[in-house]
Protein backbone atom coordinates (compact mmCIF):
# COMPACT_ATOMS: atom_id res chain seq x y z
CA UNK A 1 0.00 0.00 0.00
CA UNK A 2 1.45 3.06 -0.83
CA UNK A 3 1.11 6.71 0.73
CA UNK A 4 1.31 9.99 -0.41
CA UNK A 5 3.84 12.29 1.21
CA UNK A 6 2.54 15.57 2.91
CA UNK A 7 3.96 18.42 1.20
CA UNK A 8 5.69 20.95 2.84
CA UNK A 9 4.83 24.42 2.38
CA UNK A 10 7.89 25.64 0.93
CA UNK A 11 6.77 22.62 -2.03
CA UNK A 12 3.06 23.90 -1.91
CA UNK A 13 4.11 27.57 -2.90
CA UNK A 14 6.24 26.47 -5.10
CA UNK A 15 2.81 24.52 -7.14
CA UNK A 16 1.09 27.59 -6.75
CA UNK A 17 3.31 30.19 -8.07
CA UNK A 18 3.90 27.75 -11.15
CA UNK A 19 0.28 27.34 -11.48
CA UNK A 20 -0.08 31.20 -11.65
CA UNK A 21 3.11 31.76 -13.57
CA UNK A 22 1.80 29.15 -16.28
CA UNK A 23 -1.54 31.68 -16.15
CA UNK A 24 -0.13 34.63 -16.56
CA UNK A 25 -1.60 35.23 -20.41
CA UNK A 26 -4.73 33.99 -20.00
CA UNK A 27 -5.31 35.87 -16.45
CA UNK A 28 -3.54 39.58 -18.17
CA UNK A 29 -5.84 38.49 -21.27
CA UNK A 30 -8.70 38.73 -18.87
CA UNK A 31 -7.50 42.27 -17.35
CA UNK A 32 -6.90 43.77 -20.50
CA UNK A 33 -10.73 42.37 -21.96
CA UNK A 34 -12.92 43.88 -19.03
CA UNK A 35 -10.16 47.18 -19.88
CA UNK A 36 -12.08 47.37 -23.31
CA UNK A 37 -15.34 47.39 -21.96
CA UNK A 38 -15.32 49.58 -19.16
CA UNK A 39 -19.10 49.65 -17.11
CA UNK A 40 -20.10 52.13 -13.93
CA UNK A 41 -21.05 51.12 -10.45
CA UNK A 42 -23.73 48.48 -10.61
CA UNK A 43 -24.05 48.13 -14.52
CA UNK A 44 -21.03 46.09 -14.64
CA UNK A 45 -23.20 43.45 -16.30
CA UNK A 46 -20.97 42.13 -19.02
CA UNK A 47 -17.79 42.63 -17.01
CA UNK A 48 -20.11 40.64 -14.28
CA UNK A 49 -20.25 37.67 -16.92
CA UNK A 50 -16.95 37.42 -17.54
CA UNK A 51 -15.39 37.41 -13.95
CA UNK A 52 -18.49 34.73 -13.13
CA UNK A 53 -17.23 32.77 -16.06
CA UNK A 54 -13.52 32.67 -15.39
CA UNK A 55 -14.21 32.03 -11.64
CA UNK A 56 -15.95 29.31 -12.90
CA UNK A 57 -13.61 27.59 -14.80
CA UNK A 58 -11.13 28.30 -12.12
CA UNK A 59 -13.28 25.75 -10.00
CA UNK A 60 -14.84 27.82 -8.06
CA UNK A 61 -18.51 28.69 -9.20
CA UNK A 62 -19.63 32.04 -7.71
CA UNK A 63 -23.27 33.42 -6.28
CA UNK A 64 -23.99 36.09 -8.33
CA UNK A 65 -26.23 39.14 -8.07
CA UNK A 66 -25.01 40.51 -4.87
CA UNK A 67 -25.97 44.04 -4.59
CA UNK A 68 -26.78 44.14 -8.38
CA UNK A 69 -23.75 43.11 -9.88
CA UNK A 70 -21.46 41.61 -7.25
CA UNK A 71 -20.44 37.63 -6.58
CA UNK A 72 -18.65 35.77 -4.38
CA UNK A 73 -17.32 31.80 -4.56
CA UNK A 74 -16.19 29.65 -2.30
CA UNK A 75 -13.39 27.13 -2.02
CA UNK A 76 -13.37 24.80 0.67
CA UNK A 77 -9.65 23.40 2.48
CA UNK A 78 -8.95 20.43 4.19
CA UNK A 79 -10.81 20.68 7.74
CA UNK A 80 -13.12 23.63 9.67
CA UNK A 81 -11.55 26.60 9.97
CA UNK A 82 -11.14 30.46 9.04
CA UNK A 83 -12.29 32.18 5.56
CA UNK A 84 -10.12 34.35 3.65
CA UNK A 85 -11.35 36.75 0.93
CA UNK A 86 -9.75 37.71 -1.73
CA UNK A 87 -11.36 40.89 -3.60
CA UNK A 88 -11.22 42.90 -6.85
CA UNK A 89 -13.32 45.77 -7.84
CA UNK A 90 -15.79 45.58 -11.04
CA UNK A 91 -16.34 48.83 -12.17
CA UNK A 92 -14.43 51.87 -14.01
CA UNK A 93 -14.57 55.31 -13.37
CA UNK A 94 -15.88 58.30 -15.27
CA UNK A 95 -13.08 59.71 -17.76
CA UNK A 96 -14.17 60.79 -20.81
CA UNK A 97 -11.15 61.42 -23.24
CA UNK A 98 -9.23 58.09 -21.81
CA UNK A 99 -8.17 56.25 -24.72
CA UNK A 100 -9.95 53.23 -23.21
CA UNK A 101 -13.06 55.31 -22.62
CA UNK A 102 -16.51 53.82 -23.55
CA UNK A 103 -17.86 56.64 -26.37
CA UNK A 104 -21.00 56.30 -24.70
CA UNK A 105 -20.48 56.40 -21.34
CA UNK A 106 -17.55 57.70 -20.41
CA UNK A 107 -16.68 54.97 -18.10
CA UNK A 108 -12.56 54.20 -18.66
CA UNK A 109 -10.39 52.46 -16.44
CA UNK A 110 -8.49 55.12 -15.16
CA UNK A 111 -7.99 53.66 -11.67
CA UNK A 112 -6.92 49.79 -12.70
CA UNK A 113 -9.82 47.89 -11.43
CA UNK A 114 -9.31 45.52 -14.42
CA UNK A 115 -6.06 44.42 -13.47
CA UNK A 116 -7.26 43.49 -9.83
CA UNK A 117 -10.00 41.06 -11.47
CA UNK A 118 -7.01 39.64 -13.23
CA UNK A 119 -5.57 38.84 -9.76
CA UNK A 120 -8.19 37.78 -8.16
CA UNK A 121 -8.67 35.16 -11.05
CA UNK A 122 -4.71 34.08 -10.88
CA UNK A 123 -5.46 33.60 -7.06
CA UNK A 124 -8.15 31.74 -7.43
CA UNK A 125 -6.54 29.55 -9.83
CA UNK A 126 -3.35 29.03 -7.95
CA UNK A 127 -5.20 28.25 -4.57
CA UNK A 128 -6.96 25.44 -6.48
CA UNK A 129 -4.20 23.25 -7.41
CA UNK A 130 -4.47 19.43 -5.78
CA UNK A 131 -1.04 20.25 -3.15
CA UNK A 132 -3.43 22.91 -1.86
CA UNK A 133 -6.46 21.66 -0.93
CA UNK A 134 -5.32 18.90 1.29
CA UNK A 135 -2.55 20.90 3.56
CA UNK A 136 -4.83 24.13 4.04
CA UNK A 137 -7.71 24.71 6.91
CA UNK A 138 -10.55 26.57 6.16
CA UNK A 139 -11.54 28.15 3.67
CA UNK A 140 -11.20 30.75 0.63
CA UNK A 141 -13.57 33.63 -0.68
CA UNK A 142 -13.25 34.77 -4.58
CA UNK A 143 -15.57 38.08 -4.33
CA UNK A 144 -15.71 40.60 -7.08
CA UNK A 145 -17.45 43.50 -5.65
CA UNK A 146 -19.22 46.51 -7.44
CA UNK A 147 -18.95 50.30 -7.31
CA UNK A 148 -15.99 51.32 -5.72
CA UNK A 149 -16.06 54.45 -6.99
CA UNK A 150 -18.75 56.51 -5.83
CA UNK A 151 -20.06 58.29 -8.58
CA UNK A 152 -23.59 59.00 -10.53
CA UNK A 153 -25.12 59.62 -6.82
CA UNK A 154 -28.42 60.15 -8.54
CA UNK A 155 -29.09 56.95 -10.15
CA UNK A 156 -27.74 55.29 -7.11
CA UNK A 157 -29.91 57.06 -5.32
CA UNK A 158 -33.01 56.23 -7.49
CA UNK A 159 -31.66 52.76 -7.55
CA UNK A 160 -32.29 52.82 -3.54
CA UNK A 161 -35.41 54.65 -3.92
CA UNK A 162 -36.48 51.86 -5.60
CA UNK A 163 -35.78 49.21 -3.26
CA UNK A 164 -32.66 47.72 -5.23
CA UNK A 165 -30.14 49.27 -2.99
CA UNK A 166 -30.01 49.65 0.59
CA UNK A 167 -26.12 51.35 0.60
CA UNK A 168 -24.95 52.49 -1.93
CA UNK A 169 -21.10 51.09 -2.81
CA UNK A 170 -20.52 47.80 -3.44
CA UNK A 171 -18.89 46.39 -0.32
CA UNK A 172 -21.20 48.37 1.95
CA UNK A 173 -24.61 46.93 0.18
CA UNK A 174 -22.66 43.53 0.32
CA UNK A 175 -21.67 44.14 4.31
CA UNK A 176 -25.28 45.16 4.32
CA UNK A 177 -26.82 41.79 2.98
CA UNK A 178 -24.52 39.53 4.73
CA UNK A 179 -22.16 38.56 2.01
CA UNK A 180 -19.34 39.04 4.75
CA UNK A 181 -21.02 37.62 7.48
CA UNK A 182 -18.78 34.65 7.24
CA UNK A 183 -15.38 36.10 6.26
CA UNK A 184 -13.46 36.32 8.75
CA UNK A 185 -10.31 38.18 7.23
CA UNK A 186 -10.13 40.34 3.88
CA UNK A 187 -7.63 41.65 1.38
CA UNK A 188 -6.84 43.14 -1.87
CA UNK A 189 -4.41 45.08 -4.19
CA UNK A 190 -4.68 48.58 -5.83
CA UNK A 191 -2.28 49.76 -8.79
CA UNK A 192 -0.59 52.59 -8.26
CA UNK A 193 1.17 55.04 -10.12
CA UNK A 194 4.14 55.60 -8.03
CA UNK A 195 7.17 56.10 -9.14
CA UNK A 196 9.09 54.69 -6.27
CA UNK A 197 11.32 51.85 -7.67
CA UNK A 198 9.62 48.95 -5.45
CA UNK A 199 6.70 46.39 -6.88
CA UNK A 200 4.42 46.44 -4.09
CA UNK A 201 3.47 49.46 -1.45
CA UNK A 202 2.01 48.49 2.07
CA UNK A 203 0.78 50.89 4.88
CA UNK A 204 -0.91 54.26 4.92
CA UNK A 205 -4.38 55.04 5.35
CA UNK A 206 -7.01 56.63 3.42
CA UNK A 207 -9.85 59.73 3.65
CA UNK A 208 -13.39 58.93 5.80
CA UNK A 209 -16.39 60.91 3.33
CA UNK A 210 -19.81 62.09 2.98
CA UNK A 211 -21.77 62.55 -0.30
CA UNK A 212 -24.14 65.07 -0.57
CA UNK A 213 -26.75 65.05 -2.94
CA UNK A 214 -28.05 68.19 -3.28
CA UNK A 215 -31.21 69.85 -5.36
CA UNK A 216 -31.80 73.54 -5.75
CA UNK A 217 -35.64 74.61 -6.87
CA UNK A 218 -36.12 77.29 -8.38
CA UNK A 219 -39.00 78.46 -10.73
CA UNK A 220 -38.97 78.60 -14.07
CA UNK A 221 -39.35 81.90 -16.35
CA UNK A 222 -38.66 83.46 -19.30
CA UNK A 223 -35.16 84.07 -18.96
CA UNK A 224 -35.50 87.40 -21.28
CA UNK A 225 -38.91 88.59 -20.94
CA UNK A 226 -40.04 88.02 -17.34
CA UNK A 227 -36.71 86.97 -15.15
CA UNK A 228 -38.24 88.57 -12.29
CA UNK A 229 -41.27 86.04 -11.96
CA UNK A 230 -38.40 82.94 -11.90
CA UNK A 231 -36.45 82.15 -8.93
CA UNK A 232 -33.29 81.31 -10.21
CA UNK A 233 -31.70 77.60 -8.63
CA UNK A 234 -28.52 77.78 -10.91
CA UNK A 235 -27.55 81.39 -9.34
CA UNK A 236 -28.53 79.83 -5.52
CA UNK A 237 -26.21 77.01 -6.51
CA UNK A 238 -23.30 79.12 -7.61
CA UNK A 239 -23.68 81.34 -4.47
CA UNK A 240 -23.76 78.15 -2.35
CA UNK A 241 -20.55 77.09 -4.11
CA UNK A 242 -19.37 80.40 -3.56
CA UNK A 243 -19.88 80.15 -0.01
CA UNK A 244 -18.19 76.79 0.16
CA UNK A 245 -14.99 78.61 -0.95
CA UNK A 246 -14.49 80.79 1.63
CA UNK A 247 -14.85 77.91 4.29
CA UNK A 248 -11.51 76.40 2.86
CA UNK A 249 -9.33 78.57 5.09
CA UNK A 250 -10.63 77.58 8.22
CA UNK A 251 -10.24 73.57 7.08
CA UNK A 252 -7.49 72.29 9.26
CA UNK A 253 -4.82 70.88 7.33
CA UNK A 254 -4.43 68.07 9.99
CA UNK A 255 -7.62 66.47 8.64
CA UNK A 256 -6.53 66.46 5.13
CA UNK A 257 -10.20 67.86 4.51
CA UNK A 258 -11.27 67.74 0.82
CA UNK A 259 -14.67 69.30 -0.12
CA UNK A 260 -15.50 68.39 -4.27
CA UNK A 261 -18.62 68.52 -6.61
CA UNK A 262 -20.17 68.75 -9.86
CA UNK A 263 -23.01 70.32 -11.36
CA UNK A 264 -25.19 67.26 -12.91
CA UNK A 265 -28.05 69.70 -14.40
CA UNK A 266 -27.66 73.28 -14.68
CA UNK A 267 -30.95 73.99 -16.17
CA UNK A 268 -32.87 72.85 -19.57
CA UNK A 269 -32.72 75.92 -22.11
CA UNK A 270 -30.90 79.16 -22.28
CA UNK A 271 -33.96 81.09 -22.56
CA UNK A 272 -35.43 79.57 -19.51
CA UNK A 273 -34.85 80.21 -15.95
CA UNK A 274 -33.44 77.48 -14.38
CA UNK A 275 -36.32 75.52 -12.42
CA UNK A 276 -33.59 72.81 -10.88
CA UNK A 277 -30.23 71.94 -10.23
CA UNK A 278 -28.77 69.41 -8.95
CA UNK A 279 -25.19 69.10 -7.08
CA UNK A 280 -23.42 65.85 -6.22
CA UNK A 281 -20.78 66.67 -3.74
CA UNK A 282 -18.17 65.08 -1.67
CA UNK A 283 -16.53 66.00 1.87
CA UNK A 284 -13.52 64.00 3.02
CA UNK A 285 -11.29 63.94 6.62
CA UNK A 286 -9.21 61.55 8.49
CA UNK A 287 -11.93 61.35 10.80
CA UNK A 288 -15.51 60.83 10.30
CA UNK A 289 -15.83 63.58 13.34
CA UNK A 290 -13.65 65.50 10.91
CA UNK A 291 -16.19 65.44 8.01
CA UNK A 292 -19.26 65.67 10.13
CA UNK A 293 -17.54 68.93 11.28
CA UNK A 294 -17.13 70.42 7.70
CA UNK A 295 -20.32 68.50 6.28
CA UNK A 296 -22.52 70.90 8.83
CA UNK A 297 -20.65 74.08 7.30
CA UNK A 298 -21.21 72.83 3.84
CA UNK A 299 -24.60 72.43 4.70
CA UNK A 300 -25.04 75.99 5.89
CA UNK A 301 -23.62 77.14 2.63
CA UNK A 302 -26.08 75.34 0.62
CA UNK A 303 -28.89 77.01 2.59
CA UNK A 304 -27.30 80.19 2.11
CA UNK A 305 -27.32 80.20 -1.77
CA UNK A 306 -31.24 78.85 -1.53
CA UNK A 307 -31.91 81.68 1.14
CA UNK A 308 -30.05 84.40 -1.33
CA UNK A 309 -32.67 83.79 -3.83
CA UNK A 310 -35.37 82.78 -2.46
CA UNK A 311 -34.72 78.67 -3.64
CA UNK A 312 -35.71 75.97 -1.73
CA UNK A 313 -33.33 73.08 -1.24
CA UNK A 314 -33.38 69.14 -0.62
CA UNK A 315 -30.43 67.73 0.79
CA UNK A 316 -29.74 64.09 0.93
CA UNK A 317 -26.30 63.56 2.98
CA UNK A 318 -25.67 59.76 2.00
CA UNK A 319 -22.98 57.95 4.36
CA UNK A 320 -19.90 57.71 2.27
CA UNK A 321 -16.75 55.65 3.44
CA UNK A 322 -14.84 54.88 6.82
CA UNK A 323 -10.75 55.21 7.06
CA UNK A 324 -8.93 52.44 6.02
CA UNK A 325 -7.06 50.75 8.93
CA UNK A 326 -4.53 48.34 7.93
CA UNK A 327 -3.87 45.60 10.45
CA UNK A 328 -0.59 45.08 10.89
CA UNK A 329 -0.06 41.07 10.99
CA UNK A 330 -1.34 40.73 7.33
CA UNK A 331 0.87 43.06 6.21
CA UNK A 332 3.42 41.57 8.18
CA UNK A 333 2.32 37.86 6.03
CA UNK A 334 2.18 39.95 2.87
CA UNK A 335 5.39 41.97 3.44
CA UNK A 336 7.07 38.85 3.89
CA UNK A 337 5.58 36.60 0.90
CA UNK A 338 6.66 39.70 -1.34
CA UNK A 339 10.49 39.84 0.16
CA UNK A 340 11.27 36.39 -0.31
CA UNK A 341 9.38 35.95 -3.62
CA UNK A 342 10.88 38.96 -5.19
CA UNK A 343 13.84 40.71 -2.97
CA UNK A 344 13.65 43.71 -0.47
CA UNK A 345 13.80 46.48 -2.69
CA UNK A 346 10.13 44.81 -4.14
CA UNK A 347 8.80 46.42 -0.54
CA UNK A 348 8.29 50.47 0.56
CA UNK A 349 6.40 50.47 4.15
CA UNK A 350 4.37 53.22 4.92
CA UNK A 351 3.98 54.74 8.25
CA UNK A 352 -0.13 54.20 9.15
CA UNK A 353 -0.58 58.16 8.76
CA UNK A 354 -0.26 58.27 5.41
CA UNK A 355 -2.81 59.68 3.86
CA UNK A 356 -2.91 60.44 -0.51
CA UNK A 357 -6.65 62.14 0.70
CA UNK A 358 -8.93 59.53 -1.54
CA UNK A 359 -11.69 57.03 -0.02
CA UNK A 360 -12.06 53.52 -0.26
CA UNK A 361 -15.15 51.22 0.75
CA UNK A 362 -12.10 48.77 1.92
CA UNK A 363 -12.21 51.08 4.74
CA UNK A 364 -15.82 49.99 5.96
CA UNK A 365 -14.70 46.49 5.59
CA UNK A 366 -11.13 47.11 7.51
CA UNK A 367 -13.71 48.78 10.35
CA UNK A 368 -15.48 45.51 11.39
CA UNK A 369 -12.69 42.26 10.18
CA UNK A 370 -8.61 42.50 9.61
CA UNK A 371 -8.22 43.83 6.47
CA UNK A 372 -5.17 44.84 4.03
CA UNK A 373 -5.30 46.96 1.18
CA UNK A 374 -1.28 47.49 -0.60
CA UNK A 375 -0.79 49.01 -4.20
CA UNK A 376 1.14 47.72 -6.55
CA UNK A 377 3.40 50.35 -8.96
CA UNK A 378 2.20 49.17 -12.23
CA UNK A 379 0.80 52.37 -13.78
CA UNK A 380 1.80 55.81 -15.08
CA UNK A 381 -0.73 58.52 -15.19
CA UNK A 382 -2.62 59.86 -12.39
CA UNK A 383 -5.85 57.92 -11.08
CA UNK A 384 -8.89 59.51 -12.48
CA UNK A 385 -7.11 61.18 -15.35
CA UNK A 386 -7.06 60.22 -18.62
CA UNK A 387 -3.21 59.64 -18.88
CA UNK A 388 -3.44 56.79 -15.89
CA UNK A 389 -2.72 53.77 -18.08
CA UNK A 390 -1.25 50.30 -16.50
CA UNK A 391 2.18 49.97 -17.95
CA UNK A 392 3.18 46.78 -16.72
CA UNK A 393 0.37 44.29 -16.30
CA UNK A 394 2.84 41.82 -15.42
CA UNK A 395 2.85 43.04 -12.15
CA UNK A 396 -0.40 44.67 -11.96
CA UNK A 397 -1.74 41.25 -12.50
CA UNK A 398 0.43 38.12 -12.37
CA UNK A 399 2.59 39.61 -9.51
CA UNK A 400 -0.36 40.51 -7.55
CA UNK A 401 -1.99 36.73 -7.76
CA UNK A 402 1.25 35.18 -6.47
CA UNK A 403 1.72 37.85 -3.31
CA UNK A 404 -2.08 37.08 -2.79
CA UNK A 405 -2.07 33.37 -3.03
CA UNK A 406 1.21 33.16 -1.01
CA UNK A 407 -0.32 35.04 1.61
CA UNK A 408 -3.51 32.34 1.72
CA UNK A 409 -1.02 29.56 1.85
CA UNK A 410 0.86 31.00 5.01
CA UNK A 411 -2.77 31.97 6.70
CA UNK A 412 -4.67 28.67 6.40
CA UNK A 413 -1.48 26.73 6.93
CA UNK A 414 -1.10 24.49 9.85
CA UNK A 415 -4.40 24.55 11.06
CA UNK A 416 -4.74 28.47 9.94
CA UNK A 417 -2.72 29.10 12.86
CA UNK A 418 -1.49 32.56 11.63
CA UNK A 419 -5.25 32.99 10.58
CA UNK A 420 -6.71 32.39 13.85
CA UNK A 421 -3.93 33.99 15.77
CA UNK A 422 -4.78 37.49 13.84
CA UNK A 423 -8.53 36.70 14.61
CA UNK A 424 -7.92 36.54 18.04
CA UNK A 425 -5.92 39.61 18.98
CA UNK A 426 -7.91 42.06 16.22
CA UNK A 427 -10.05 44.19 17.85
CA UNK A 428 -12.71 45.30 15.09
CA UNK A 429 -14.31 48.41 15.89
CA UNK A 430 -17.58 47.59 15.26
CA UNK A 431 -19.61 44.69 14.35
CA UNK A 432 -21.22 43.95 11.05
CA UNK A 433 -24.92 44.88 12.79
CA UNK A 434 -23.22 47.79 14.39
CA UNK A 435 -22.11 48.94 11.00
CA UNK A 436 -25.01 47.96 9.10
CA UNK A 437 -27.23 50.18 12.03
CA UNK A 438 -24.66 53.02 12.09
CA UNK A 439 -24.48 53.83 8.24
CA UNK A 440 -28.50 53.26 8.16
CA UNK A 441 -28.46 56.16 10.92
CA UNK A 442 -26.04 58.77 9.38
CA UNK A 443 -28.39 58.74 6.11
CA UNK A 444 -30.46 62.26 6.57
CA UNK A 445 -32.46 64.33 4.29
CA UNK A 446 -32.95 67.92 4.48
CA UNK A 447 -35.50 70.06 3.08
CA UNK A 448 -35.52 73.91 3.53
CA UNK A 449 -37.30 76.87 1.60
CA UNK A 450 -35.50 80.03 1.40
CA UNK A 451 -37.97 82.73 2.05
Not at 49 to 69: D, N, Q, R, S, Y
Not at 182 to 195: F, L, P, Q, R, Y
Amino acid sequence: MSTVRELNRIEVKAAVRRVIEGSADEIIRLARDIYEHPEPGFTEERTAKVVAKALTKAGVKPETGIAITGMKGIRTFDGEGPTVAVIGELDAVKAPGHPGADTTTGAAHACGHHSQIGALIGTAIGLGVPEVASTLTGRAAFMATPAEEFIDVEMRWGLREAGRLGLLSGKQEMIRLGAFDDVDMAMMIHTSSSKVQRRFIVGGTSNAHVVHYVRFLGKAAHAGGAPHQGVNALQAAMLALSAINTQRETFEDENQTRVHGIITRGGVATNAVPAEVVYEGRVRGRTMAAVDKIAARIEDCYRAGALAMGASLEIVSIPGYLPLENNKDLARVFTENVITEFGEDALMTQADTVNAGGSTDMGDLSQIMPALHPYVAAADGTGHGIDYIITDYRRAVVDSAISMALTVVDLLSDNAAEARGIIDSHKPSMTRPEYVQSQAARLRKIEYRGE
